[in-house]
């Protein structure tokens, strides 16, 4: 039988580690590309009757992995899959400073990851799939922080506000084709993971909102990562999934 096809980035840990163990599923493949594979992922899709596949990429080089993807995509037997979609999920914050106190390649890394390689994933991904007679998908993990500017948060911010916006163009474009792909870049709220800890253990002198983050966590306001990643699927799984190509998981 056709299976479905997810591809998620950043499934190493955080969100992406519980939505890869919710994707497990008979009747699904899920493709991995994270810098290091998961033992137990491998071993959890047996159980499962799911195909899992798990490519050991940096993201920092994006370029050769959005070709890897292009090229698996284009040698694929369509008639395999009965959906395909697209996760990114992967990101970067860089060390917590002002833009003036930032280090170049720091900078650079977030960017790269956060922005430039769900870019060019996205491109690879809807070429490669555009005469697939199937329903089509892409989710780009955003955050509140792409739409609300934070101090000595800029290449974070701005790598999500990035997403946000070629994610907007990416509807346009595909809204013009007979088959075209249904996308949305979508901010998951406020999670429990190590960029939350970081986030919490900067200086105020480096961080002026550290209190209000800190108090989130007091106040039991932050997702569990299995919590936000059941929230996130279920946005995907919504029939009116793209309606809106920017959007937040805690809207109505």
Known sequence: MPQHLTILTGASRGMGLAMAHQLLQSGNTLLCISRTANALLARESTAQGATLVQWELDLTHAE?????LRDWLQTAAADRFASATLINNAGVMPPIAPLSASVPGD???ALRVGLEAPMLLCAAFLGATEGWNMP???LNISSGLGRRAMASQAAYCAAKAGMDHFTRCMAL???RKPQGARVCSLAPGVI???MQAQLRSAHPDAF???QN???LQRSGMLSSAQDAATRVLAWL?????GARPVADVRDA
Do not use: I, S, W
Not at 64 to 68: D, G, I, N
Not at 237 to 241: A, K, Q, T
């Open 237 to 241: 799984g919504r029939p009116d999934f």
């Open 192 to 194: 429990d993971t190590d």
């Open 64 to 68: 050769p992995v959005a070709q890897q």
């Open 107 to 109: 900078l650079a890394l």
């Open 136 to 138: 089509r998908k892409v």
């Open 208 to 210: 002026p909102d550290v």
């Open 173 to 175: 474009d595909e809204e």
């Open 213 to 215: 983050f800190a108090q």
